[in-house]
């Protein structure tokens, strides 16, 4: 596109570029958050913690550890697919 084009075209095109902009960048920090294994190893050990002081029943420990379990093993293969 020439550069008079985009002159004209900013007033339109800007705020959505904009918009596109903005909806990457949430994206890229809900990923990063999602698939954090700092965070989802705390998540282990916390519960861990809890079924050790006996605040948790181990059928509801096993049932959160096996989707914290699932969800580091997609971060790690999503880290290593450069997803992330």
Do not use: C, H, T
Not at 24 to 34: K, L, N, Y
Not at 61 to 77: D, G, S
């Amino acid at each position: 596109m020439s550069i008079l084009g985009r002159i004209l075209s900013a007033p339109v095109l800007g705020p959505i570029q904009s918009v596109l902009w903005l909806a990457r960048m949430v994206d890229d920090q809900a990923r990063a958050e999602i698939y954090s294994e700092d965070k989802i190893l705390g998540a282990l050990a916390e519960l861990e913690l809890k079924l050790d002081l006996g605040e948790l029943e181990l059928a509801d420990f096993e049932a959160q550890e096996e989707i914290l379990l699932r969800r580091l093993k997609e971060a790690r293969e999503a880290r290593k697919n450069g997803q992330i």
